[in-house]
C-alpha cells in the first residue's frame, strides 16, 4: 500500500532482499538507504485520484542489484528544474522532496521515467565490485 505505515514492511523486503545479493554489508546499507530515500518520498506525497500502491522490484545478478519502483499515483511533481538540482545538495524547503544528489553519490545508475497518466518509475543500479 502506499502509506507511512507500509514503510516497515518495505524495509523489511529491502533489508532481507539484499541479504540475498553479493554486495558487502555497508553497501547493502547504502542502497537501502537509496530506496529508503525514494520509498519515503512516495509515501508523503499525498494521493489523490490514483490506486494507492506502489511496485518494488529487486534483480540481483553477479555484476550488480537492479530496483525498480513503481508507483501507481500517475501524476508526482518531484520540484527537479533542471541540472544544479543534480549536481548540487539542495537545502530547505518545506517540501519532502527526493534527494537525487545523495542517490547519485551511493548507486551507479539511475533512471527516472514518468509518462503522464501511465507510468512513474524509479530505476536504481548498484554495481558489485
Not at 81 to 93: A, F, H, L, R, V
Not at 113 to 127: A, C, I
Amino acid at each position: 500500500a502506499r502509506t507511512s505505515s507500509s514503510i516497515e514492511e518495505l524495509r523489511n523486503f529491502v533489508r532481507g532482499s539484499l541479504e540475498l545479493s553479493q554486495l558487502d554489508e555497508y553497501s547493502r546499507g547504502l542502497v537501502s538507504l537509496a530506496i529508503d530515500e525514494v520509498m519515503t518520498a512516495i509515501v508523503q506525497e499525498p494521493i489523490s485520484n490514483s490506486a494507492p500502491a506502489i511496485n518494488i522490484k529487486i534483480e540481483m545478478r553477479p555484476v550488480a542489484v537492479k530496483i525498480e519502483i513503481e508507483d501507481t499515483k500517475n501524476v508526482f511533481a518531484n520540484g527537479v528544474t533542471d541540472d544544479k538540482y543534480i549536481e548540487t545538495p539542495q537545502e530547505g524547503g518545506g517540501r519532502r522532496e527526493i534527494d537525487i544528489y545523495f542517490i547519485c553519490e551511493i548507486m551507479d545508475e539511475i533512471r527516472y521515467t514518468y509518462h503522464k497518466g501511465f507510468e512513474n518509475r524509479f530505476l536504481m543500479v548498484k554495481f558489485i565490485r
